[in-house]
């Protein structure tokens, strides 16, 4: 059994809502797995729900991570992830996103390649990077038009810019 946790942590974006699930035994024990990570106004983005439980400190190890990340000192998240998210079709899309390196793009079509979805699969996978939960920790910000131009953001196109300049990505294509 597992009880539903959240906090809030400051960052570039906005203030983040965290989600995760926890052991119902373990709630301040930081044995947190993410199940969400949202910004203000994010479209499809985490509501806080009757029953979940304020625990930042499940999140303390998360909120370190993302603080090292926004401050340009890590390249990585090492964050367990909660099981069972999204359909077969978008975890493919999204481990595709988990493989895409630091500081570089890549276009949707490549990565409805990836997936073995080409031609009018791209808006399939277009739809499936926008059901991302995990913005930042899942870099869909990494995934850009195949003229180079920044599109679709469930979290605005101001905030992919932002996280782009950050990693010094704008524009770089993955090898």
């Given at each position: 059994?597992?009880?539903?946790?959240?906090?809030?942590?400051?960052?570039?974006?906005?203030?983040l809502l965290?989600?995760?699930?926890?052991?119902?035994?373990?709630?301040?024990?930081?044995?947190?797995r993410?199940?969400?990570l949202?910004?203000?106004?994010?479209?499809?983005?985490?509501?806080?729900?009757?029953?979940?439980r304020?625990?930042?400190?499940?999140?303390?190890?998360?909120?370190?991570?993302?603080?090292?990340?926004?401050?340009?000192?890590?390249?990585?998240?090492?964050?367990?992830?909660a099981e069972?998210l999204?359909?077969?079709?978008?975890?493919?899309?999204?481990?595709?996103?988990?493989?895409?390196?630091?500081?570089?793009?890549?276009?949707?079509?490549?990565?409805?390649?990836q997936?073995?979805a080409?031609?009018?699969?791209?808006?399939?996978?277009?739809?499936?990077?926008?059901?991302?939960?995990?913005?930042?920790?899942?870099?869909?910000?990494?995934?850009?038009?195949a003229d180079?131009?920044?599109r679709?953001?469930?979290?605005?196109?101001?905030r992919?810019?932002?996280?782009?300049?950050?990693?010094?990505?704008?524009?770089?294509?993955?090898?």
């Amino acid at each position: 059994m597992t009880t539903t946790v959240y906090a809030r942590v400051e960052s570039p974006l906005g203030e983040l809502l965290l989600v995760g699930e926890v052991p119902a035994a373990d709630v301040a024990g930081g044995d947190v797995r993410l199940r969400s990570l949202s910004v203000p106004g994010q479209k499809g983005g985490a509501v806080v729900q009757d029953g979940w439980r304020h625990a930042p400190e499940a999140f303390t190890g998360v909120a370190r991570q993302l603080e090292e990340y926004f401050a340009g000192r890590s390249t990585r998240f090492d964050v367990p992830l909660a099981e069972g998210l999204g359909t077969e079709f978008q975890r493919r899309v999204w481990a595709v996103l988990e493989s895409i390196p630091y500081g570089s793009t890549v276009s949707y079509g490549e990565v409805a390649a990836q997936v073995g979805a080409s031609g009018a699969g791209v808006r399939a996978v277009g739809t499936a990077i926008g059901r991302n939960p995990l913005l930042v920790v899942r870099p869909c910000h990494r995934v850009i038009g195949a003229d180079g131009a920044l599109r679709g953001y469930a979290g605005g196109l101001e905030r992919k810019k932002l996280l782009l300049g950050i990693e010094g990505g704008a524009g770089r294509s993955a090898p």
